[in-house]
């Protein structure tokens, strides 16, 4: 019977690991990739790589391989993925949000609510497209660009192409933003004489899509604004969590009615433990240098992740997205520079 054992035991690793290796090598070369000074200072950070390479791979070599691969890329793309959102936590603590100030929180939670309102809006009733697009490309754009996009997917149980088309806008437009906001500052602070680098630095955070674009934007223009701008978007990283809570809510009155009962709607408990792990992080108990360890073990892990949607993913299925993802994905962006501005400058202007 032990032997019986040791063999199916076997077997499940031996099926599960081609496609978690094939995985893997896509992070760890990303992840390299990312490190590169030319590619760091354009703020294509490691998850973006891994699902562009996920894609070129998936799209060419990928389909030769599949029948052996598929297991372990599915599981990277679901079960490693929640491994990995819980351990983002450990990137977070609650001092974070007494740094940024009543008037982050409230910008936070206003840009959140609103940009994420604004795509439901505009992404059914204006450009018809399906829910899940809309919300996944809301997310993305709300919260922390392609982490939400990933997040979000096992919430609404969207198809690979759906997510690939959200993680496309954030990757554009918010590359566009790494270079578009420094220039902003330079045309608004003579504008604005009162416009303070740490304002602009939680502007900054509080309206763009991923954190690496954040670092960068705020690196080009001052350290006190990158140290707001990453406070600010750290501290909506942490809404992450109860946003996917109100979304399961969502999903769960939304779904159709089977004999008499709604589908059942799996709760997002790997969101509650991601704030479980950030409330643990912020008592301070683990050392830094062992958090260090866990965030570049965080980071291969969604790097997976995002290879393994990208793996999935297949070109045809862009195609037939059309452009309108795309144009809800740029309304977005705009509502964020401008409307987002309005925003900072009102709440900043009744906080102080």
């Known amino acids: 019977m032990a032997d019986i054992s040791i063999q199916k035991h076997s077997h499940g690793i031996a099926h599960f690991a081609p496609g978690l290796l094939l995985t893997a090598v896509i992070a760890l070369a990303t992840a390299w990739l990312a490190n590169l000074p030319s590619v760091a200072q354009l703020g294509l950070g490691a998850l973006t790589l891994a699902i562009i390479g996920g894609i070129i791979l998936g799209n060419t070599l990928y389909p030769t391989v599949h029948g ?5 890329v599915q599981f990277a793309k679901q079960k490693l993925l929640r491994l990995g959102i819980i351990l983002y936590g450990f990137r977070l603590t609650f001092q974070q949000v007494l740094d940024v100030g009543v008037s982050g929180v409230v910008i936070d939670v206003l840009m959140l609510t609103s940009t994420f309102a604004l795509a439901c809006w505009l992404g059914r009733k204006i450009l018809k497209l399906d829910r899940e697009t809309a919300w996944l490309i ?28 959200a993680v496309a806008t954030v990757v554009i437009f918010g590359t566009l933003a790494i270079f578009l906001y420094p220039a902003i500052w330079h045309s608004l602070s003579p504008l604005l004489p009162g416009l303070s680098l740490s304002e602009f630095g939680v502007y900054t955070g509080s309206t ?16 006190e604004t990158e140290n707001a701008a990453v406070i600010a978007k750290m501290l909506r990283v942490m809404m992450l969590a109860p946003f996917l809570v109100v979304i399961g809510v969502m999903m769960r009155r939304g779904s159709p009615v089977t004999h008499g009962e709604k589908q059942r ?76 501005g309005a925003i900072n400058l009102a709440v900043h202007h009744w906080l102080g």
């Open 68 to 72: 052996q691969c598929d297991a372990g």
């Open 138 to 165: 809301g997310a993305g754009s709300s919260i922390c660009g392609a982490a939400a996009v990933l997040a979000t997917e096992p919430v609404i149980k969207a198809e690979s192409s759906k997510v690939a088309v």
């Open 265 to 340: 709607i799996t709760f997002p408990w790997f969101a509650l433990a991601f704030i479980a792990v950030a409330l643990f992080n912020s008592a301070h108990w683990v050392p830094a240098s062992a958090i260090a360890v866990i965030n570049q073990l965080d980071n291969v892990l969604l790097a997976m992740a995002m290879a393994a949607l990208g793996l999935t993913t297949h070109i045809s299925q862009l195609r037939r997205a059309g452009l309108r993802p795309l144009l809800l994905g740029l309304m977005l962006f705009i509502w964020l520079i401008v409307g987002g």
């Open 208 to 223: 763009m899509h991923e954190v690496a674009q954040v670092v960068a934007a705020g690196h080009a223009i001052s350290p």
